[in-house]
């Protein structure tokens, strides 16, 4: 209350209040949109343009399932107007405790205002186990395979539903944020159908990945999945498992492992060396290597380094060469 001891003193801040209003008015409206995953991020970004403040909470460069839950993310999540998260269990070891932290009832549930889980725009979800689920089977998502971003067409799905939850709590600017879903389902079809160009010819290829974080888009690209490193999901890879992947791999000539690049490389890049197969190490998340700021840029990204492997390396059949990268 100092400020308003003097006359003087008091006019200058109605009046600066005044000129911050009318010039910067826009800035103080701004919708604040957190995320659990830089994917989302990018996306709300498309849509939000400059009427949105967007915040991530993990890294591209993070396993989405493991991250530390700091203090910090308490006080986003406090301020937060929405909240975007993947949903299907991916963060269930670190966002439910950040979300009660934060006591803030705009996101507190699914049935708040801003409490914007992704996965409810999808059509289809992978995995879904169709038994009970137990510790036995490893880390399983037991509502089905959560890595759905890495279709490029679930991020289509994805946009628009984050472009509703927008224009309903920003009802102002719905029609600044559909137009931006337009241009950006207008670029991300065209991206899709030259992505799936460049991929037809190694339609069929076989695939070991690390997780079954990869299967949206091995789908997606017309690949075989043909073994996991890991014996069941989360479970790091055993001798005996390795062991008799790599016969499997031998047996139907696997020519392709593929890890995200925040797995242990050892592992992958020994079978690749015992089988011939070209390993690559890839992003799998926006911000998961420098350069990847946006939706596009990541398929850019694990598209150009898979056909840029399979078109070197697949013609020299048992070259034993492995593709090293990141
Ligand atoms: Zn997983």
């Known amino acids: 209350m100092k400020m308003f001891k003097s006359f003087p003193g008091l006019l200058f801040f109605i009046a600066a209040a005044a000129v911050m209003l009318l010039a910067g008015g826009s800035a103080e409206a701004k919708v604040r949109v957190v995320t659990s995953t830089p994917d989302f991020a990018a996306i709300a970004r498309e849509i939000g343009g400059d009427r949105v403040d967007v915040e991530s909470l ?24 929405i909240l975007v998260y993947n949903g299907l269990d991916l963060e269930i070891g670190w966002l439910p405790i950040l979300v009660t932290g934060a006591r803030n009832s705009d996101i507190a ?32 998502h037991p509502r089905g395979n959560p890595h759905y971003m890495l279709d490029p067409r679930n991020g289509l799905l994805v946009a628009k539903g984050i472009t509703e939850k927008l ?35 190694y339609k069929g290829t076989k695939v070991v990945s690390y997780h079954k974080n990869l299967d949206y888009f091995t789908r997606w690209a017309g690949f075989v999945d043909a073994g996991y490193v890991e014996p069941k999901p989360g479970i790091p890879p055993t001798p005996s498992h390795v062991a008799a992947l790599i016969k499997k791999m031998e047996a139907e000539d696997v020519k392709l492992v593929l890890a995200s690049n925040f797995y242990p490389q050892k592992t992958p890049r020994i079978i690749s ?4 197969a070209v390993f690559l190490s890839i992003p799998t998340s926006v911000g998961g290597e420098e350069g990847i700021n946006t939706y596009f840029d990541l398929f850019d990204a694990i598209v150009g380094q898979i056909t840029s492997a399979l078109g070197s390396g697949s013609g020299a059949a048992g070259s034993g060469s492995s593709m090293r990268n990141g």
């Open 58 to 81: 993990s890294k591209g460069y993070q396993d989405p399932h493991f991250v530390d839950a700091k203090p910090i993310y308490i006080t986003r999540l406090n301020r937060a107007d």
């Open 109 to 140: 549930t699914l049935n708040s205002p801003g409490n914007v889980d992704a996965s409810r725009f999808l059509t289809f979800v992978l995995d879904v186990p169709t038994g009970p689920v137990d510790r036995s089977m490893g880390d399983v």
């Open 167 to 201: 224009s309903g709590i920003d009802p102002e600017n719905a029609a600044y944020y559909e137009e931006n879903y337009r241009n950006f389902e207008k670029l991300l079809e065209t991206r899709i159908s030259e992505w799936s160009k460049e991929l037809a010819p």
């Open 273 to 276: 060396e015992k089988t011939g």
